[in-house]
């Protein structure tokens, strides 16, 4: 891929991630259906972004449970 796509690439993730998840992929597949290399791309960096958010959540319901587990202590 080549690097002067990073513009594009980092613009239309951005623009994804303000739309409802399930609209996301279909959005980046209609923007970008004739570059595929820039849709796998962003695709992939919403996912990663998915990942870290689920895994953020799932940290943070883990510290409130410590947290609250202690004060009642």
């Known amino acids: 891929m080549k690097s002067d796509n990073w513009p594009t690439i980092e613009e239309y993730f951005h623009k994804a991630l303000e739309l409802p998840v399930g609209s996301r992929l279909d959005f980046i597949t209609q923007e970008f259906a004739d ?3 820039i849709q796998q791309a962003i695709i992939s960096l919403l996912k990663h ?11 943070g319901k883990a510290t409130n449970s410590v947290s609250d587990s202690q004060q009642h202590s």
Do not use: F, R
């Open 35 to 37: 570059q595929p290399d």
């Open 49 to 59: 972004t998915n990942e870290t958010q689920a895994l953020s959540q799932i940290v």
